[in-house]
């Protein structure tokens, strides 16, 4: 069955501070893995996506790293800041039917506090 | 400017109405998507039309119909509504393709949050 599993569920960090989030997932086969940021109220948004054979993609204080053969990925969060306070969600891309399918995590919530 | 947008952004609703949520996008994308997000905030999908065809309906109770007039629009009507329904729904667009970059980066509206009383 494909699933994404994310951990924690829920992170609270002082403003500053570095974070890492776990993305781990079954999905078979496999296209790509986005990471997202949803603000609350609104529409995720798309931070970072890693090909099957990318290891690290930066993206400012964003730091995502797919390992292809564990099947896990992770988003590091350096220096964080207030505005970071969202949720992350790790979706993965796979195939279905001829279709590419799209399987989300359900997201881990970040509080970055002052 | 906004490059998917969907109304109404609140709806209250009483059980066994109808209703509808409208979703368009100028992107210029070939796919659009209906999302539902739960309390638990788990996105699942419920349909995606790729050029005007369904291609993806995971399940979704046939009270759900998605309709396209063209494109750029992919409104979502629900009939007879229940209490269970009451959710956070997200439109979304994509440009379909292969590969990794660009193609299949889903942009999402701001969601319509509704409630069934």
């Known amino acids: 069955k494909n699933q994404v599993e994310q951990s924690p569920q829920s992170l609270i960090i002082l403003e500053g501070k570095n974070c890492t989030l776990q993305c781990n997932y079954t999905v078979s086969p496999f296209s790509n893995l986005r990471w997202y940021k949803q603000d609350t109220g609104r529409g995720p948004v798309s931070l970072t996506i890693m090909t099957f054979s990318e290891n690290t993609k930066s993206n400012g204080r964003y730091t995502a790293t797919l390992d292809a053969d564990t099947k896990q990925s992770s988003l590091h969060i350096t220096a964080s800041q207030l505005s970071d306070s969202a949720s992350y969600i790790c979706v993965v891309i796979g195939f279905s039917g001829g279709y590419n399918k799209l399987i989300f995590g359900a997201g881990t919530r970040l509080a970055v506090h002052p | 400017d906004t490059a998917v947008s969907q109304t109404p952004k609140y709806l209250v609703t009483q059980m066994g109405n109808d209703k509808s949520i409208k979703c368009e996008q100028n992107?210029?994308?070939?796919?659009m998507y209906w999302y539902k997000q739960d309390s638990k905030k788990f996105l699942k999908i419920m349909f995606s039309y790729n050029n005007k065809e369904l291609i993806i309906n995971e399940t979704v109770p046939n009270r759900f119909s998605p309709k396209s007039p063209d494109k750029a629009h992919l409104n979502l009507h629900i009939n007879s509504l229940e209490l269970g329904d009451s959710a956070v729904y997200f439109c979304a667009s994509s440009r379909t393709g292969t590969g990794g970059s660009g193609a299949n980066v889903l942009t999402f509206g701001a969601g319509s949050r509704l409630t069934v009383l």
């Open positions: 992107l210029g994308h070939d796919t």
